[in-house]
């Protein structure tokens, strides 16, 4: 159950709770603490709910459904906070709090006197999420390295939650880091998560992306540090694979694991074509669309196609795909002449030539070795016919 302000534009808030749940395999119910009319480049207004409205979407989520975890994002005034700690206190079931105080595009969602009403509500959580300025606003400390992370962390667990995720996205470094932090019988247990960082402005519904993400896998059992690492992981996919929605930077992709797992059978039937028609009479590889590293990409072989494969192909491909090109086959044909724009004459290497690929780029070269590149299985056959 998400408890959360509504976002018009659908890429934060309830509508990006509920659609991150599902792709984790939860069922998402919702209450509504707040209307937004907001969309990929601000907030336009906000309409707060009554308090009494939202105590009965309380009433009627928790009367008729087996709430197996709580996400509470934009609460909005200091009663709504204060309501939903009271909730928070009698439930049973985990409670991951994101204290969400402003939007990604720098608009207020909290009203400044709401901010110490928070410290009951932490003090009921299985969880809270803050970024960096929100943890800064929370305990007093501006992290601006690993340990300021560890330091927010520790000083949140000391205020009654049961573990901190401190959110490194907002910390100056490459790569992210994110600090969970756990009360340990008076001392504290401390786990690094990091990932590289994304150069991109499509960050729109990260936060609440992530906090859904982790209530959906504590809902499902998980326990805090393996639920925060599929989180985690499902974040950094999301923001490497935007949506190109709106006329602002767009946001966030959730429900890109769901879609990478449904295309997983696609992409083998891609490989095992290629590979059974023997054009360019080579090693084959083919990644998912939203590929994230070898476990993605299916590579034929004398034993069929397999996923997870260790091949210097695979590595090819995902090094050209780092660079935002969405070639996703990849062809090894051990011929000399000339293929697509590449002529296997160039004294390139494969990694020289990868910081050359582009999306008009079909090859690359490496001695007497050809790699043919192309977005789908028809491209590549086309560029290989003959060959």
Partial sequence: MSVAGSDAG????????????????????????????????????THVLPVAEVDAQLDAVFEDFDVAAVKTGMLATTEIVELVADRA????????????????????????????AYEELIAEA??????ADEAAVLTGVEPETAEGLRAVGEKLVDAGADAALVK???????????????????????ETFTHPRVDTDAT???????????????????????AVERGVDLLARAVRYPLDVGEGPGAVHHTVGLRNDAAREQ??????AVTESGAGDG???????????????????????????????????????????????????????TVGTADAGDDWTVAERV?????ETDALTDGDSVVVLARDAARVRELLDGV
């Fill in 10 to 45: 659908g890429g934060a808030g309830i509508q990006a709770d509920v659609k991150t749940a599902e792709a984790c395999g939860a069922f998402g119910a919702s209450v509504v603490t707040s209307v937004t009319a907001q969309n990929t480049q601000g907030v336009e207004s």
């Fill in 355 to 359: 910081e050359q690929v582009d999306a």
């Fill in 283 to 337: 090693r084959v590889a083919v990644a998912t669309p939203y590929a994230e590293g070898p476990a993605d990409v299916a590579v034929g072989g004398d034993d069929g196609v397999r996923f997870g494969r260790d091949d210097p192909l695979v590595e090819t491909l995902l090094a050209v795909r780092e660079r935002g090109v969405d070639h996703r086959v990849a062809v090894a044909v051990d011929a000399v002449g």
């Fill in 168 to 190: 490194g996205g907002h910390v100056a470094g490459d790569p992210v880091r994110d600090v969970l932090v756990r009360g340990d019988g008076g001392g504290f247990e401390r």
């Fill in 267 to 272: 992409t083998r039937e891609w490989a095992a």
């Fill in 126 to 131: 299985t969880l809270v999420t803050p970024n």
């Fill in 204 to 226: 729109h519904g990260s936060g609440c992306t992530l906090s859904s993400a982790v209530a959906a896998e504590l809902a499902g059992g998980n326990p805090t540090p393996a």
């Fill in 89 to 116: 206190r009698e439930t049973q079931c985990p409670v991951v709090v994101d204290p969400v105080m402003v939007a990604a595009s720098g608009d207020r969602l909290l009203a400044p006197e709401a901010e110490s």
